[in-house]
């Protein structure tokens, strides 16, 4: 049976660490502050924000929510993101996607300051990113590679399969791993929609790396014995036998690849704890570049 990656577990020794930092933040008189902007009322964002400012508040972090309803404008979207970017109470800036009219998404992320872009979505961050340059990192995949470096499993020379290539997880995580750095060295294939025989690639790959979105994209005949697996979907499934009506998913086929795996992520409580902590981190490293503390 594989290793379980405990994504809480890592979290909480990240957090204690940047909570000790907080702590001596202020006694220089600077208090890291989050701004968070959510735009209508799906459950679903409106927990992960929820979450997020849970753990400001137990790290230390000052936090100010604006909600604005589903029908807002572009113009008072934008509004509300000035503000952010003007205020020096405010050092990371978090905008809950998906927006519901998300033709407007790119305009908003490029309207953030990059100073202040701790999603490290801003085009000025990818880039800088990309060139292996100091910038924020998006923060799952920052938290995959945290995981994978606090549980000693090497990815210097490893053969990595990362399935899904969207901007938030499955590029930039490609990236980072191919780089020449501590967390990288990898060989990276990323999968997709259009990959044929992605079996053939997962089964070589001594990491898979799964964010494509839907439960059961990764079976047991998939992966190879002794595999590192990290599932890094949160699917609702329908359960009748669940009070809620719905259990909660991964993209992997957990039990069976759990079997065959040496270690894998949870879900929930593997990748999701570490996104929001990377959050937490690059609004401290924000605050600390802002101000010039030490």
């Known amino acids: 049976m594989a290793k379980i990656l405990d994504g809480k577990v890592i ?5 204690a660490e940047l909570t000790a930092r907080v702590i001596g933040l202020r006694g220089q008189g600077v208090v890291p502050g989050l701004g968070v902007l959510l735009v ?19 790290t230390g972090l000052y936090s100010r929510e604006v909600k604005l309803p589903a029908t807002a404008t572009r113009e008072e979207v934008l509004d509300v993101v000035q503000q ?11 905008v809950q996607l998906p927006l519901p009219d998300s033709s407007m998404e790119e305009s908003v992320i490029e309207a953030i300051d990059p100073d202040k872009d701790v999603d490290g979505f801003h085009p000025m961050n990818v880039g800088r990113m990309m060139m292996g340059m100091p910038a924020f ?7 995959i590679l945290q995981i994978l470096k606090h549980s000693g499993i090497e990815t210097s020379g490893a053969r990595v399969v990362v399935i899904g290539r969207s901007n938030i997880v499955g590029r930039p995580l490609s990236n980072l791993l191919s780089q020449k750095s501590e967390l990288g060295n990898a060989t990276v294939t990323m999968c997709h929609t259009r990959t044929k025989n992605m079996a053939e690639l997962t089964r070589q790959a001594d990491i898979v790396v799964v964010a494509s979105g839907w439960p059961n994209t990764l079976t047991a005949d998939m992966i190879k014995e002794g595999a590192v697996v990290v599932d890094v979907g949160m699917n609702r499934v329908k359960d009748d036998t669940k009070k809620r009506g719905y259990r909660l998913c991964g993209d992997v086929d957990f039990e069976p690849v759990a079997e065959k795996a040496s270690a894998i992520t949870p879900v929930p409580g593997g990748v999701g704890p570490m996104t929001i902590t990377m959050l937490l981190a690059n609004t401290v ?3 600390v570049q802002h101000h010039g503390a030490e």
């Open 137 to 143: 990192l998006p923060c799952t995949p920052h938290g």
């Open 285 to 287: 490293k924000s605050a």
């Open 11 to 15: 979290s909480a020794e990240i957090r």
């Open 40 to 58: 209508g009322d799906d459950p679903a964002s409106r927990s992960y924000v929820t979450a997020k400012e849970r753990a400001c508040k137990e």
């Open 84 to 94: 952010f970017n003007s205020d020096n109470q405010i050092h990371g800036i978090l």
